[in-house]
């Protein structure tokens, strides 16, 4: 039972539209539908029975009355013409009928002369009621009249009745209001609902925008007031987080230069303390100090400060891969666009670029870089021919200051922040850096980028 709960909901899921304006419109448009069909039905089964029986009813009795009023000694000929009677022109000036006598017919014995329809059904039972003669109704052959024929003693009596006086026109008034109310009311709606949910969509993007380091300057709160009330709490969350970044860029140069500032004067020392084994090895500790303290704040400020802008990022590829070659990197480059604008910031995305080539290079003789653009993100692959890293170990490589190489020894690795803040950088534009398995035998360093 749970389970065809569960794949019930499940298939109406995929029926329903996803979006929130369709969502809003089916909302407004289901109750709509349900009360034109109850309002359809309640009219159909009161007001449009009750009027056709009621006109049905009147036909049928003009029909008995003119029966009625035949001679009993004359047929409907010679009672035609009597001027003192004038049966005919009486009917078809007072009640609207067209009658023809046919002396010695006799009505066929063919049901599926009679429709059935509404009514036919109606007009039958009226003139069952009216009349107890043989008689039968024909409403396919005329397309503006019905016919009715009635047996009497010596002959059939056809009368031509025209259908406005069995059909009532407020039905189609009633459908015609009803169907372009109901129209004009969705338009409505669905122009009302689109107006209250440009806000919601103005928001979104405002902050996604603003997580991808992106300027939102312009962004005004609108809408309904619990939307408005989200614009503002993202305005306000905002300007906290840009002061926070602005107070620890701050601190972090304060830090840095506190720091800096004795391992200089420690530099210039060992400088005039000669060249010893002991001193060359109090300069090679200085130095790496150096190194370290500067990947830390660099870790810690994340490239915070700087905004994007279009950037051509073959541009950017090939100034960074003309780098790593400098440094001795072996990498071929496999791409084939010539040029792709997106919005980076510059600076940071080369450092994230740089850090995951220059963990490649270090473990691994060989490289190569190639680019895959999709319709909505573009994949940077870096593959290498190196020992890569074992599966239940990729998520790791990203903590912070997280070494395979568990010695704090600066030949054989880093200082465990590369992937980190190369990660961080990706993520902050709104992609992702990921590690499988590499064509080349090592290890695939993945960079998607939103377009």
Known sequence: MNDYLTETITSLERILPRSLLGRSILIIVTPLVLLQVVSAWVFYDSHWDTVTRRLAQAVAG?????IQLLPHSANLQQAAADPDIDLLGIASNNMKLALTYKPGEILPNDPTIMRQN???RQLASALHDRINLPFLIDSRSLEKYVEIHVQLADGVLHVLVNRHRLFSSTTYVFFLWMVGTSVALLTIATQFMRGQIEPIKHLAKAADDFGKGRE???FRPGG??????AGRAFNLMRDRIRRQIAQRTEMLAGVSHDLRTPLTRMKL???MMGDTPEIAELKNDVVDMERMIGAYLAFARGEGTEQSFPTDLIGVIDETVTNARREGAQIDVDVAEEQLILPLRRDAFRRA???????AHRYARHQRLSLKKSHNSVDIFIDDDGPGVPVNRREEVFKPFFRLEESRNTETGGTGLGLTIARDILRSHGGDLTLRDSPLGGLRASLRLPL
């Open 62 to 66: 003009d029909i008995a009355a003119t």
């Open 118 to 120: 509404l009514v036919d």
């Open 216 to 218: 939102v300057e312009d």
């Open 224 to 229: 309904a007031v619990e939307v408005e009330l």
């Open 269 to 271: 020392q060992l400088a």
């Open 353 to 359: 670029l740089t850090n995951v080539i220059g963990n």
